[in-house]
């Protein structure tokens, strides 16, 4: 059986369109492995060769690759949420509803969004936990670092934006305990210390230029949702570039 | 001609630095011998942790699906309105600031004070590994502040129910607790009272009534920062050394501040202390 296979697959590999696909063969000689990390434009975010200490899974704990996978996946997962939903108060609701109710594996791809939303915010905090704790942010990580920290940022933005969309009680009243913080925002907020001062009112400051309005309506869902599916992910994802660029830059600080 | 050639010898000279500083750092760092081959190495790895994480994602998706509420009504507020989890840490300083603070100012303060530690801490040691004794200061430092933030979210996540109360998991969440005698003050009414201070206002800024007692809760404020600032800058002189002005004042800032939070935590729950300084601008 094994034979068998092993057949077929060195038949594969010699068609024309093995190797028009692939550029080179299997990976199972060095020469190959290393042309797999030229070749192939997902695996070239690696180097060819790592030092032994980037593998121990107690280094890492594979923190930011998961935090990268979850993005993956609420990417994947969202862009099928979309084909289904519409930023229209007056159906946002009904539109969740159907998910998990008419539409084949509309719960799963919801449940699967959601929870892979939770598991990216846990795991970018447990990340930068690990960074902190084995030093990587010293020199010269030092603005990889602060990138990281954008990403932490968009990554929290996002999962806020996103929270509105259902339309439901818990939506509407999370996000309006945050537009309360955005009034009370000093100098640009209506509520905030020297706001008034400065001539902010309800119809003019922080709070307004978030929600598109006094209240959590249509506006606010509208740019909630512009910016949960289109602003904010490919913010995140050229951040992200820039992140894993910077770590083949300044090379990983692994233990030998 | 001639210029060609100088041209490529130059190059070449070049060419055969970039091949010495290669194989120098080769040596070093990279040997051979230290490293493998990431294919099938690490790209295995990777998607062994792919698969796992997949599966577990799968999992919770199916024996717990995305909950959906009533639909969104401003005529009824829910009791208690919670911020997702991640977020439940700032929500639960509402009870204790202003949310100018709590979700403003405390928030950018945290961001700026992450952003500055690659640039505050200029110890190269334990770069690169876990270790505890070559870096207390910022060990510790970072771990109060990652601490507090998950013990706040925790509190906000299992511990507040109805009206943002205490609850105990064996208390009903149904009943409301018995709103408590606690009476709140503000730190410059009760050293008024205690110390008997007149409250006659010294001069006047604007709407700004300045009294004794306004006075004295400044000075304590800024006491709290001038004592911070001080002492270690008296008596820990090898730490000030090494860090430079710029650097320790900077740290000294975001430290100092971020042991605010729970000092102010403790004033508001053991001496009912309802805002340290009072200003017709802002309270704190
Ligand atoms: C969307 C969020 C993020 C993603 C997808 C991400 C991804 C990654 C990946 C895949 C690595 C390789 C090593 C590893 O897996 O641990 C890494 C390393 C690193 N990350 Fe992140 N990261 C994110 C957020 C952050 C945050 C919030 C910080 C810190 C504030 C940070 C700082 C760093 C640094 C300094 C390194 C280099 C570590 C070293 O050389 O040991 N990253 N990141």
Redesign the pocket.
Same mark, same amino acid.
């Given at each position: 059986m094994l034979k068998l296979l092993q057949k077929i697959r060195s038949i594969v590999n010699k068609t024309q369109v093995f190797k028009s696909i692939f550029r080179h063969g299997y990976p199972d000689t060095d020469g190959n492995r290393a042309l797999v990390m030229f070749s192939n434009v997902i695996l070239h975010l690696h180097p060819v060769r790592v030092r032994r200490g980037a593998l121990k899974i107690k280094y %890492?704990?594979?923190? #930011? #690759?998961l935090?990268?996978l979850f993005?993956i996946l609420l990417a994947i997962t969202g862009v099928i949420l979309m084909f289904y939903y519409v930023p229209d108060t007056r159906r946002a609701y009904n539109d969740i509803r159907d998910l998990g109710t008419v539409i084949y594996f509309g719960s799963l791809f919801r449940a699967v969004h959601r929870w892979s939303a939770h598991a990216?915010v846990f795991s970018?905090w447990m990340?930068?936990t690990?960074?902190?704790m084995?030093g990587?942010?010293k020199p010269p990580?030092e603005f990889?670092?602060v990138?990281?920290?954008i990403?932490?940022v968009? %990554?929290l933005v996002l999962s806020w934006t996103g929270y509105l969309l259902p339309w439901d009680q818990l939506a509407l009243w999370a996000v309006t305990v945050g537009s309360k913080m955005a009034e009370a925002t000093p100098f640009i907020g209506a509520a905030g210390p020297f706001g008034p001062e400065l001539g902010r009112n309800s119809g003019n400051d922080m709070a307004f230029a978030l929600l598109g309005g006094t209240v959590v309506g249509q506006s606010a869902l509208l740019r909630f949702y512009v910016l949960h599916c289109l602003a904010l992910p490919l913010i995140?994802a050229l951040?992200?570039a820039v992140?894993?660029w910077r770590?083949r830059k300044? #090379?990983?600080? #692994?233990p030998l | 001609m001639s210029e060609k050639i100088s041209e490529d010898s130059n190059a070449l000279s070049k060419q055969s630095k970039l091949a010495q500083l290669i194989k120098k750092t080769a040596s070093e760092k990279i040997g051979p011998e230290n490293t493998v081959l990431v294919w099938p190495n690490l790209v295995y790895l990777e998607l062994i942790a792919i698969m796992v994480s997949v599966a577990v994602i799968l999992f919770l998706s199916l024996v717990s699906p995305a909950p959906l509420e009533e639909l969104a009504s401003a005529d009824t507020t829910p009791n208690p309105t919670k911020a997702p989890w991640y977020f439940l840490g700032l929500q639960e300083l509402l009870v204790y600031f202003d949310p100018w603070l709590a979700g403003m100012v405390l928030p950018t303060f945290i961001i700026i004070g992450?952003v500055l530690i690659p640039y505050l801490d200029p110890s190269p040691l334990g770069k690169?590994y876990y270790t505890f004794k070559e870096r207390k200061f910022s060990m510790l430092g970072f771990g109060f502040g990652l601490s507090l933030w998950w013990v706040l979210i925790l509190i906000g996540v299992f511990f507040r129910g109805l009206d943002w109360s205490w609850y105990w998991p064996w208390d009903d969440p149904h009943f409301h607790q018995p709103a408590g005698a606690v009476k709140l003050m503000d730190l410059e009414i009760i050293l008024q009272s205690t110390l008997g201070l007149s409250e006659a206002p010294l001069t006047t800024l604007g709407r700004y009534a300045i009294t004794k007692a306004n006075v004295l809760t400044w000075a304590l404020f800024l006491g709290f920062y001038g004592v911070g600032f001080t002492v270690p800058f008296l008596f820990f002189r090898d730490f000030y050394r090494k860090l430079g002005f710029v650097r320790y004042n900077l740290t000294m800032f975001f430290f100092i501040s971020m042991m605010g939070v729970p000092m102010k935590i403790f004033l508001r729950l053991l001496a009912d202390v309802k805002y340290v300084l009072v200003t017709p601008w802002f309270k704190f």
């Open positions: %890492t704990w594979c923190l #930011g #690759g935090t990268f993005f990216m970018v990340h930068m690990r960074v902190f084995t990587s942010y990580r990889n670092w990138v990281g920290v990403l932490l968009t %990554t995140t951040f992200i992140h894993f770590i300044d #090379g990983f600080s #692994g | 992450l690169g």
